[in-house]
């Protein structure tokens, strides 16, 4: 079963522009994953933030997470037409749970960049 | 190799028909998952290996699904007595270690489709 949602399902921007995607889920949690698909290269890890840690970065990207309100944020600054793509969250071992990193996803959001 | 490598790339498969789906997982990586990804939707987890022993398979669907991974390195996902519900793209991922906190590097998947 799926663990999270996001938001929005599709989402259509110019190149430049920022690109903001949004993650619900619904137990508590060991760490909150952000990945990559698209045709060409499968899914690709793009960063990790623990359930102790607030805000992360990553080159162009920044992740947020409230643990609180069960959700988390990924933000693509100066969108590139190559960030064209599906983007998947995915909860990392609920507390007290396993601990061999099976991930928990959601059901994507797929993010248009327009040239 | 360089990353995880998946075969077949695609699978047609007549209702009935029995199929394999093998794996190579980066090498001297411990963890081995497979997920299954419907068409539209998140990946969902199937399985999980620690080096040859499959610690988890709470995810298959039906006892028609095996998975093995019997010398803790290649992997193999057979599904017996296909049925069109199970079509989708089966992705393999393998990880260094067993931890909740590290990432995954997923394959790029085989497409099966049931006919």
């Known amino acids: 079963s799926q663990q999270g949602e996001e938001d929005p399902q599709a989402l259509s921007i110019q190149e430049g522009e920022n690109a903001t995607m949004n993650c619900s889920y619904k137990?508590?949690?060991?760490?909150l994953q952000w990945y990559r698909q698209n045709s060409g290269r499968g899914l690709v890890h793009l960063i990790l933030?623990?359930?102790?840690?607030r805000e992360k970065h990553s080159g162009r990207l920044r992740v947020t997470l409230d643990t609180s309100k069960k959700s988390s944020s990924l933000l693509i600054t100066a969108s590139r037409a190559a960030d064209t793509a599906s983007y998947f969250c995915?909860?990392?071992?609920?507390?007290?749970?396993?601990?061999?990193?099976?991930?928990?996803f959601g059901q994507g959001t797929i993010l248009t960049v327009h040239p | 190799g360089a990353g995880v490598s998946q075969s077949p790339r695609y699978k047609v498969a007549k209702r009935g028909q029995d199929v394999a789906l093998r794996c190579d997982p980066i090498?001297?990586?411990?963890?081995l998952f497979w997920y299954q990804q419907a068409l539209g939707q998140g990946p969902e987890f199937l399985t999980y290996?620690?080096?040859?022993?499959?610690?988890?398979k709470s995810g298959l669907p039906s006892d028609r699904f095996f998975a093995e991974r019997p010398e803790g390195s290649v992997s193999t996902l057979k599904i017996q007595r296909t049925q069109q519900e199970d079509s989708a793209v089966y992705l393999c991922?393998?990880?260094?270690?067993?931890?909740?906190?590290?990432?995954?590097?997923f394959g790029q998947g085989t497409r099966l489709t049931v006919v």
């Open positions: 991922a393998s990880s260094l270690v067993r931890s909740r906190n590290t990432e995954a590097f």
């Open positions: 137990t508590s949690i060991n760490n």
């Open positions: 933030i623990r359930s102790n840690e």
């Open positions: 995915a909860t990392g071992g609920n507390a007290g749970g396993t601990s061999y990193g099976k991930l928990t």
């Open positions: 090498s001297g990586h411990v963890s």
């Open positions: 290996f620690q080096n040859e022993a499959q610690l988890d």
